[in-house]
Nanobody, 124 residues
Framework: VQLQASGGGSVQAGGSLRLSCAAS??????????MAWFRQAPGKDREFVAA????????HYRDSVKGRFTISRATAKNTVNLQMNSLKFEDTAVYYC????????????????WGQGTEVTVSS
């Protein structure tokens, strides 16, 4: 599975960005893979942000982004999006999309496939 992340950029606090992750390759059954977004701020460990079941309706968020971020999928386009609203300075990080055979997980080391990362910078 190849993942291509896009949509990062610079924004002022309170603004919005939409990240996208396009998946290609892999099993003929896309429903085998759940998707997640992780992020890594400078000098910090990579952390879980959100996950979604590719073939189902379940999603999960870290507490600090609940109510501000929304993960969604467009299965026809093999794409997972992360809509980020009310961005805060502490959201500044490189964001990575990841995929694994279901079920999703909050631990980054269990994910099999990773995108290249897209940088998000929020100025206060």
């Amino acid at each position: 599975v190849q993942l291509q992340a896009s949509g990062g950029g610079s924004v002022q606090a309170g603004g919005s960005l939409r990240l996208s992750c396009a998946a290609s390759g892999g099993s003929s059954s896309r429903y085998e893979y759940d998707m997640a977004w992780f992020r890594q701020a400078p000098g910090k460990d990579r952390e879980f942000v959100a996950a979604i079941a590719w073939g189902g309706n379940g999603s999960h968020y870290r507490d600090s982004v609940k109510g501000r971020f929304t993960i969604s999928r467009a299965t026809a386009k093999n794409t997972v999006n992360l809509q980020m609203n009310s961005l805060k300075f502490e959201d500044t990080a490189v964001y990575y999309c990841a995929a694994k055979r279901r079920p999703w997980d909050i631990r980054d080391y269990v994910y099999e496939y990773w995108g290249q990362g897209t940088e998000v910078t929020v100025s206060s």
